[in-house]
C-alpha cells in the first residue's frame, strides 16, 4: 500500500492521455476512408459490385473481433507497449497497402480487403487502452477516464469524415511519382494522413507511455505489466473470484447496444430515401449532417455523465440509457396513414395509384418527380420491389429527426456505463483479455447489426425491423433488472469499500 507520489500521478495521466490518442486515432483509421469506399473500388475494381462493398465495410470489424482477444491476452502478461506499438504498426503498413491497392493488374478489391481488414485487426488494440486505463484509475476516476476515452472515440469517428472532405480538394487525379508507383490523390492521401498519425502515435508511446496501476482507492500498486516484475505485482487486493455472471451480462447488454446503434446507421440512407424522395446526394448530404450533429450530442454526453454518474451511479443510468434507446425506436414506428411515395422507375403500368404529392416533405423543398420519359434522371421514392411501400405508412421526418435526437443521447450513455461497469466489476484482475472479449461483442454487433437490418428491413418493411429491435432492447432492459444487484464493484463485492 504505497501512497502516489505527484511525480506517479502526473506520469500516470500522462500515459492515460496517450490512451485516449491511441483510441482516437484507432477511430479515424475506420471513418476516414468510410465515405470514399465506394468510388475508389470502383476506380481500381470495375467487377466488384455492392454486396463485395458490404464485406469491406465489415472486414475491419472482423479484423477488430479477431484481434481484441489476441492483443488483450498479451497485455495481460508483458509490457502493454508491445502490443500498442505492434497493433499501431499493423494500421501503419495496412494504410500503406491501402494506397497501392491500384498497382496490381487483377483482384485489386481482395486486396483492399486486406488492407481494411488489417486496419481493423490493428484497431484491437482498443481492448488494450481500456484494460490500461481500468488498471491505471481508481474506483472514483474510472466513469469520468472511460468517458474520456469514448468522447475521444466518438471525435474519432466525426473528424474522419472531416478530413476525408479536405483531402477531396485534391482531386481524384492528384499527383503520380511513377518510379514507386504512387498516387497521391483524394483515395490515397488519406490512409498517408492517418499512417502519419499512427508513426507519431508510436513515437509518442515510446517516449512518454508508461505502466502504472493503482488499486480501488487509488494507492500505488505493482503492475504485473511492468518489465522485469514477473507475476509479483498482484497483490491482496486481487483474491476472490471475478462475478462471471455479472461479466457475460455486461458482454450482452454491450452487443445489444452497439447492435442497435449499427442498426441505426445502416437504415439511416435508404429510410430517408424511401420515405422522403432523397437522392442518393441528398440521402448523404442531409443525413451526414444530422449524424455529425448527433456525434457533437454524444460528445456532449459523454462530458456529463461523468459528473451525473457520482448522484445516481453507473446502473441507474445505464438503465435510463437503455430506456431512452427504446423510445428512441418506438417513435421510429409507421403512425400515420399516408403512404410513402412510390418509384416511379419500376413501375410498368398505371394499375397501381401513385400517392399524393403532398407526401413529399416540405421542410426540404423537393420536387415531386414524374414518370421519366428515360432513365437520366435519378428514380427517387420507395421502390415497388419493396412490396410493403404499398401499404406501410410513411414515417414522418419530425419522427426520424427525434429518434436521432434521442438515440444519439441514449447510444453514449449506454457505451460509457457499459465499460465502466465491466472495469468496476473485473476489478485487479488483468483485464486485457476480457476487455478483448468486450470489444470483440462490439465488433460482432457492427457485422451483424447491418446484415440484419439490410434483411428484414427490404423484405418486411420498417414496422418489422424497429419492432423487433424495440423487443431486443426490452429483453436487455429485463436481464438489466435481474443482474442489477450483481453489477457492483470488485472491491464493494468483498467488503474492502462501501457501495
Not at 481500468?134 to 469514448?150: I, K
Request: hydrophobic content about 45%.
Amino acid at each position: 500500500d504505497v501512497v502516489e507520489t505527484q511525480e506517479h500521478y502526473k506520469s500516470r495521466w500522462r500515459s492515460i492521455w496517450i490512451m485516449y490518442l491511441t483510441m482516437f486515432l484507432s477511430s479515424v483509421g475506420f471513418s476516414i476512408v468510410i465515405m470514399s469506399v465506394w468510388p475508389y473500388l470502383q476506380k481500381i475494381d470495375p467487377t466488384a459490385d455492392a454486396s463485395f462493398l458490404g464485406w469491406i465495410i465489415a472486414s475491419y470489424s472482423i479484423g477488430q473481433m479477431v484481434a481484441s482477444p489476441l492483443f488483450g491476452f498479451w497485455s495481460n502478461y508483458r509490457p502493454r507497449r508491445e502490443p500498442l506499438v505492434v497493433s499501431t504498426a499493423i494500421s501503419v503498413a495496412a494504410n500503406c497497402l491501402y494506397a497501392y491497392v491500384h498497382v496490381p493488374h487483377s483482384h485489386n478489391k481482395y486486396y483492399m480487403l486486406t488492407a481494411r481488414a488489417l486496419v481493423g485487426f490493428g484497431a484491437g488494440n482498443v481492448a488494450v487502452v481500456r484494460s490500461y486505463i481500468a488498471g491505471a484509475t481508481s474506483l472514483t476516476e474510472r466513469t469520468s477516464a472511460m468517458a474520456n476515452t469514448s468522447a475521444c472515440q466518438a471525435v474519432g469517428f466525426i473528424l474522419g469524415p472531416v478530413f476525408q472532405t479536405c483531402f477531396t480538394l485534391i482531386g481524384e487525379e492528384g499527383i503520380t511519382w511513377k518510379f514507386i508507383r504512387l498516387q497521391l490523390n483524394m483515395y490515397t492521401a488519406p490512409v498517408f494522413f492517418g499512417a502519419l498519425l499512427g508513426v507519431i502515435n508510436i513515437i509518442l508511446i515510446f517516449a512518454i507511455f508508461r505502466e502504472h496501476r493503482v488499486d480501488d482507492m487509488g494507492r500505488q500498486c505493482k503492475s504485473i505489466n511492468s518489465e522485469g516484475e514477473g507475476s509479483g505485482g498482484v497483490d491482496q487486493d486481487a483474491e476472490g473470484n471475478v462475478d462471471h455472471v455479472a461479466v457475460v451480462a455486461i458482454n450482452f447488454l454491450f452487443f445489444v447496444i452497439l447492435f442497435v446503434f449499427a442498426v441505426f446507421e445502416t437504415i439511416a440512407t435508404p429510410l430517408t430515401m424511401d420515405m422522403y424522395s432523397w437522392t442518393r446526394k441528398q440521402a448523404v448530404f442531409y443525413n451526414g449532417i444530422i449524424l455529425s450533429v448527433v456525434g457533437i450530442e454524444s460528445v456532449i454526453v459523454f462530458m456529463a455523465v461523468k459528473a451525473l454518474s457520482k448522484k445516481t451511479g453507473e446502473r441507474a443510468i445505464l438503465h435510463g440509457g437503455l430506456l431512452i434507446v427504446l423510445v428512441g425506436f418506438f417513435i421510429l414506428l409507421p403512425w400515420g396513414k399516408k403512404l410513402p411515395n412510390i418509384q416511379w422507375q419500376e413501375i410498368r403500368n398505371n394499375s397501381i395509384p401513385r400517392t399524393s404529392i403532398d407526401t413529399l416533405v416540405p421542410f426540404w423543398s423537393l420536387e415531386a418527380m414524374e414518370p421519366p420519359s428515360n432513365h437520366t434522371v435519378e428514380p427517387v421514392g420507395c421502390p415497388i420491389t419493396q412490396s410493403w411501400c404499398l401499404n406501410t405508412p410513411m414515417i414522418y421526418l419530425a419522427q426520424y429527426i427525434s429518434s436521432d435526437i434521442l438515440i444519439g443521447l441514449g447510444y453514449p450513455v449506454c457505451n460509457v456505463m457499459s465499460y465502466t461497469l465491466y472495469s468496476k466489476i473485473l476489478g485487479p484482475k488483468p483485464q486485457g483479455v476480457y476487455m478483448g472479449w468486450l470489444t470483440a461483442s462490439g465488433s460482432g454487433a457492427r457485422i451483424l447489426g447491418p446484415v440484419f437490418v439490410s434483411q428484414i428491413y427490404t423484405h418486411l418493411g420498417p414496422r418489422w425491423a424497429f419492432s423487433l429491435i424495440c423487443g431486443v432492447v426490452v429483453v436487455s432492459l429485463l436481464l438489466l433488472e435481474i443482474v442489477y444487484k450483481r453489477l457492483i464493484a470488485f472491491s464493494v463485492r468483498y467488503g474492502r469499500l462501501q457501495e
